[in-house]
Nanobody
Framework: QVQLVESGGGLVQSGGSLRLSCSVS????????MGWYRQVPGKEREYVAS???????NYADFVKGRFTISRDNAKNTIHLQMNTLKPEDTGVYYC??????????WGQGTQVTISS
């Protein structure tokens, strides 16, 4: 059974940093894309960043220059280094994995809170 385990959320002051991690287990197949989405209060879940198996990374405009996603294909793990955090980055961050068959899976989410 596929499992996504997220870690690294927490409370930090504005301007600080956090590092999120997500590990996927229970799959013998290559995960095509792994990434992060978030749901901030009062808004729909939105895309943050992703890393494809070939190394291509993409970012939402509102995190470019502040967040960096990295991926370890051998461990089916991704990390999201978040720097220069702002109060508006507060929300629940969800790990997402999608296989080339189109099958996708979500993590349970990890809370990120930025105090002003």
């Amino acid at each position: 059974q596929v499992q996504l385990v997220e870690s690294g959320g927490g409370l930090v002051q504005s301007g600080g940093s956090l590092r999120l991690s997500c590990s996927v287990s229970g799959t013998p197949f290559i995960i095509y894309v792994m990434g992060w989405y978030r749901q901030v209060p009062g808004k729909e879940r939105e895309y943050v960043a992703s890393a494809a198996v070939g190394g291509v990374t993409n970012y939402a405009d509102f995190v470019k220059g502040r967040f960096t996603i990295s991926r370890d294909n051998a461990k089916n793990t991704i990390h999201l280094q978040m720097n220069t955090l702002k109060p508006e980055d507060t929300g629940v961050y969800y790990c997402h994995a999608r296989w080339d068959t189109g099958y996708e899976y979500w993590g349970q989410g990890t809370q990120v809170t930025i105090s002003s």
